[in-house]
């Protein structure tokens, strides 16, 4: 078994007659679809590094098997507005693991989703941290509650959104957290 020391971020969007295409297309836009996409589930691994795209795919040869946390939404009606998002959050301790979230949404702007996504991220990591909060409370007070405790050192996302195709092909959109050896 290996755990993973780099990841990068990616996301694309693609449109198409056919469903199964149109995730082809978002694939391609996010420079991955040479590789074998195998779904994992939400872990930063303890050490991991965040590397620049442009690198990551440099290291991938066509064909490759590789891991990926895969966020992805679909849609064939017009100008409904889509949205994939990663959230990633980081312990400042890097001997321990952070988390990597998935969240997919329908009418939400990449501003929205993308905090959703990465308050899911810190509020798994801040559970595992000890870290006391109320789910009910906004973001932007969970937020300052974390940046307090010390515990998360760091969170992002990264979200693509697209609004239907005005003729009614599909959209796909998808954000993808690729991990790396």
């Known amino acids: 078994m290996w755990v ?14 056919e469903k199964l295409t149109s995730f082809e297309m978002a694939l ?21 590094t965040i590397i620049a795209k442009s690198k990551g795919l440099k290291e991938i040869p066509a064909g490759a098997i590789v891991h990926c946390v895969v966020a992805e939404a679909a849609t064939d009606e017009p100008n409904r507005l889509i ?7 980081q312990p400042r301790d890097t001997s321990q693991h952070g988390y990597l979230s998935e969240h997919h949404s329908y009418g939400e702007t990449s501003r929205k989703a993308g905090d959703y996504a990465e308050d899911l991220a810190a509020e798994m990591l801040a559970t595992t941290q000890g870290v006391d909060f109320d789910p009910a409370t906004s973001y932007d007070e969970k937020r300052e509650l974390w940046r ?20 009614g092909r599909w959209t796909t959109v998808i954000s993808a957290a690729v991990l790396l050896p």
């Open 4 to 17: 993973p020391s780099r990841l990068f971020l990616t996301k694309g969007v693609g449109r198409h007659s």
């Open 28 to 48: 391609r836009h996010a420079g991955i679809a040479a590789i074998n996409i195998v779904r994992v589930s939400s872990i930063f691994p303890p050490g991991c």
């Open 83 to 89: 949205a994939a998002s990663v959230g990633v959050a």
């Open 148 to 167: 307090i405790s010390g515990q998360i050192v760091r969170t992002r996302a990264i979200t693509q959104t697209a609004v239907g195709d005005k003729a």
